[in-house]
């Protein structure tokens, strides 16, 4: 890897060195000058001698080891006012700060210069590789990959094999036969392997069979040489591969329902995928009988190697305060703890609670701090609209007006006390679509048609009803992607296990498809355990989303945002890009802009 030397002055010498001159007055400064008082002067002077001023503050700063504030500072320069020579030295000791603070929106401005400018090669490449592994911070994986794979392709650098390989084995099959086109045959070599490991589905003799053939293939490939240590890693899973999984669900009692819905989706998905998963044995027991430990037992005595299930909350509470568990356990809810104590035990399910902290999130990186909440006068709404507010205040947002509504009633009054308590800029929503149709013409009624609205799932009944969800034109929200094909990955044919998708949405009612969605991820989770033990970083590209593993064991979903246009949601980039050469130059032309405002 190309590592750059920290410091202006030491940037300004690689400058002289590049291009073979040094640019006159920053380098025969002092160099224990006082940031403090360049940055008074820099009050006081043009523009153009303000913006030099505050850029040697900033060196200074960063060699005395207040990172932080030679960062904010670099951050505030209008490098548009520096003379031509010393903006590359801008931008280096920005990205640089950016990088080294854990700030990549920094990286990224700082990148910009190189659309602007003539770059020398050797800074040029530094650049653009801390450009590359920023955006992947920002989780624009598509554009990190190219903009990695590129400089690899000019500097032959395995030191990049690990960075290419976590961008890349984050992308949907999709965006890696769309990536095609853009690739020499270095990139070429890695779209074939990130698919090989792709179709392995899990099976890992498969995968390094079909790895070894790829590496004689492309012996002088970088990853040929040097395999990405995620995949070295899974070399110690041979032998372990799951063959039987039990699923412990309740066949009585008031989960019945839900259990019947994951069931069928586990069902479906292990018979589509009989050829792939070489002859996984399902074993279902029923926990409205017995006790938790009898099941174990019983599950033990078939010969499972791991286990789906409990649904029920308080068993989920249970196992999470044991030590350890006698198998390997996918628990299909959240217990009441704020941790999971116990070794081997993964906790996932379709948390509300996880959607909120989501949209908390994204409020934020797109630029808004005032928030109102809108959440029905219950249980759920208290525990979810807590969420949301313990996120936003997290990242220093700041809650207007927390209204609670009865679900029974009219959004008149309620949207009007959402107003009310001071003008915010955005509007946290969670409700059932009957509901969530009032707001938006409410909202219009009241002068606020600008507010942007961003809401969890809950307001999409999963079904195209432009007549019926006209009403929530502009409104931003995020479902799992087997529910909005087109927003999450381009269109049916892109979801993951699709043959499951067409088998259990043929006939699904739409109040339970997101449980069967639920059964297929649960299915590929328990297929996966031995894997997200070993490599806590490993994810799974799933019907219910992006799933990861936190460090607790409960798996965190992180779903993709679409906007109803006409009734009908449509796609939100993660990055509003004006430019469409982002993947040929790496450049984004802003920071992330308000998203939202309904026309």
């Known amino acids: ?352 609670e996880d959607e909120a902290r989501q949209v908390a999130r994204r409020g934020r990186d797109d630029g808004h701090r005032r928030s109102a909440m809108l959440v029905p006068d219950n249980e759920w709404g208290r525990r979810v609209g807590r969420a949301f507010e313990e996120e936003w205040r997290s990242r220093d947002g700041i809650i207007t007006n927390a209204v609670t509504y009865d679900p029974r009633g009219s959004a008149t009054e309620s949207t009007r006390r959402v107003l009310s308590g001071g003008r915010p800029d955005m509007l946290f929503l969670l409700a059932l679509p009957s509901y969530a149709r009032q707001v938006p013409p409410t909202l219009d009624y009241y002068n606020a048609s600008t507010l942007p609205i961003y809401a969890t799932s809950h307001l999409f009944e999963g079904r195209p009803q432009p007549l019926l969800d006209h009403d929530l034109d502009d409104v931003n929200f995020i479902d799992i992607p087997w529910q909005i094909p087109d927003a999450a990955v381009g269109g049916v044919e892109a979801l993951p296990y699709l043959s499951s998708y067409q088998q259990l949405h043929a006939d699904a009612d739409p109040s339970v498809f997101r449980l069967m969605a639920m059964g297929v991820d649960a299915y590929e989770l328990a297929r996966r355990l031995p894997q997200f033990q070993l490599i806590p970083e490993s994810e799974l590209n799933g019907a219910t989303g992006r799933l990861t593993r936190a460090a607790d064991g409960r798996i965190e979903r992180q779903l993709p945002w679409a906007r109803f246009q006409r009734g009908v949601p449509q796609p939100i980039l993660a990055i509003d890009l004006l430019d469409t050469d982002l993947l040929e130059n790496g450049l984004p032309d802003r920071e992330p802009s308000s998203n939202g405002q309904r026309n």
């Open 1 to 352: 890897m190309l590592k750059m030397p920290r410091g202006l002055l030491a940037t300004a010498l690689l400058a002289i060195l590049l291009a073979g001159c040094a640019p006159p007055g920053i380098v025969d400064r002092v160099p224990d000058d006082d940031p403090g008082y360049l940055l008074e002067q820099a009050r006081q002077q043009e523009p153009e001698q303000a913006a030099l001023s505050r850029l040697e503050a900033a060196d200074i700063l960063a060699r005395q080891g207040q990172r932080t504030q030679a960062l904010e500072v670099a951050m505030e320069i209008d490098d548009q006012r520096l003379p031509t020579e010393y903006r590359l030295q801008w931008a280096m000791l920005l990205s640089e700060l950016g990088e080294s603070e854990g700030k990549p929106w920094a990286v990224i401005q700082a990148a910009q210069l190189l659309d602007e400018i003539e770059i020398p090669r050797d800074a040029a490449l530094i650049l653009r590789e801390r450009h590359g592994r920023a955006l992947a911070q920002v989780d624009e994986h598509r554009a990190a990959a190219r903009i990695l794979i590129g400089v690899q392709a000019e500097t032959d650098s395995e030191a990049l094999n690990d960075p290419i390989w976590a961008s890349l084995s984050r992308l949907e099959g999709s965006e890696l036969a769309s990536m095609r086109d853009e690739m020499d045959a270095l990139g070429l070599g890695w779209l074939v392997l990130a698919n090989l490991v792709r179709e392995s589905g899990g099976d890992i003799e498969q995968l390094f069979t079909r790895l070894d053939e790829w590496r004689e293939r492309n012996a002088r490939h970088p990853a040929a040489r040097s395999v990405p240590s995620d995949l070295l890693a899974l070399r110690d899973l041979r032998g372990q591969e799951v063959r039987h999984i039990a699923v412990f669900l309740p066949e009585s009692g008031p989960l019945a329902g839900i259990a019947e819905a994951i069931r069928d989706g586990i069902r479906a998905h292990h018979q589509s995928a009989a050829e792939r998963n070489g002859g996984v044995r399902l074993s279902f027991l029923d926990t409205s009988r017995g006790s938790i430990d009898a099941l174990y037992e019983e599950a033990r005595n078939r010969g499972a190697q791991v286990v789906i299930g409990p649904l029920d909350k308080d068993l989920v509470t249970e196992l999470e305060n044991r030590d350890r568990l006698p198998l390997p356990t996918l628990g299909l809810n959240y217990g009441h703890g704020e941790t999971n104590r116990a070794e081997g035990f993964f906790q996932y399910g379709l948390s509300a």
